[in-house]
């Protein structure tokens, strides 16, 4: 039998849902869902432990689920082009083998205290944020910023 390692879901406007039989792509490493405007909310996929990078780019994404602390071999993190979300999760400091997080796009109003605990974390891509990260004092004692204003990353 053939596991699944990669799925991609890509300008799937009409696809309001994810099947909850996602759970069953127990190999899965890779997800990205790109263009699926309809996503508003990512299913219970909690048994798919062996998830490594999950892009969600151009979607209605509302939230992160808080379920997102299971995924503990997860090393990166792209959230692109969500205007509606607004929140991370506290539960996202779980993801302790996190090394990129990417935040494009999207409508953060704040960082939760937790995202000090990503002690992996080597490369970060802001854009749009870098006040929320500053302001939070979340960052500068480990990133600094790169030449290009929206990439940060790690000095220590």
């Known amino acids: 039998m053939t596991v699944l390692r ?16 996602m759970s069953n792509f127990s190999g899965l490493c890779t997800l990205e869902l790109c263009g699926c405007r309809g996503i508003t909310e990512l299913p219970s996929i909690c048994s798919v432990l062996s998830l490594e990078t ?6 209605a994404l509302l ?4 379920s997102i602390a ?3 071999a997860l090393h990166t993190l792209e959230l692109a082009s969500l205007p509606r979300l607004r929140a991370l999760p506290t539960s996202i400091g779980a993801l302790t083998a996190l090394t990129k997080l990417t935040l ?3 409508a953060l109003t704040d960082v939760p205290s937790s995202i000090k605990s990503l ?4 490369f970060m891509c802001q854009q749009q944020h870098s006040k929320i990260l500053e ?3 979340r960052w500068h004692t480990r990133f600094q910023r790169c030449a290009c ?6 000095v220590g």
């Open 6 to 21: 990669h799925l991609t879901l890509g300008n799937l406007d009409k696809l309001t849902w994810l099947p909850l039989s």
């Open 54 to 59: 999950l892009h969600i780019n151009n979607c």
């Open 63 to 66: 939230e992160l689920p808080a």
């Open 70 to 72: 299971v995924f503990t």
């Open 104 to 106: 494009c796009d999207c």
């Open 119 to 122: 002690t992996k974390l080597r």
């Open 135 to 137: 302001r939070s004092g």
């Open 149 to 154: 204003s929206s990439t940060w990353t790690c």
